[in-house]
């Protein structure tokens, strides 16, 4: 399965969130100190949201929690890369790949299911692939 092509680049610098938009090679930057105190307000919650959000994406229950907390402690003690440990996951790649190893009718009936529980996508729905320049 091909990788999507990146249409954003972006990275922070400071308080600057500097974003390149890859068709038109347009180079925007945006300073977070500038925004209205309301605004910035509103967007420290959101961001904490957002990064608490991510530490339990793909857990459940007290594995979700002590995500959560070990980021949240991190941040306390003024660290932003804090990460909880992951719990084994399952590439797509893999899927493929164990699927390729079945015989044609167990590898259909597979695929059927995949798609079925939304874990792979439809590979005859996919839009077409544009030829590389």
Partial sequence: MAKKAKKLGKSIEGTVVKIKEVVTGKDMAFDFL?????????????????????????????????????????????????????????????????????????AEAATALLIKLGIIKDPKLAPPVAPAK
């Fill in 34 to 106: 500038k925004l209205p105190k309301a605004i910035q307000e509103k967007l420290g919650p959101f961001g904490l949201n957002h990064k608490l959000g991510d530490a339990a994406a793909g857990c459940a229950g007290q594995e979700a929690v002590d995500a959560i907390e070990k980021v949240f402690a991190g941040l306390m003690a003024g660290d932003w890369s804090v990460r909880a440990p992951r719990g084994e996951s399952v590439s797509v790649t893999a899927i493929n790949s164990g699927i390729s190893k079945l015989p044609p009718k167990e």
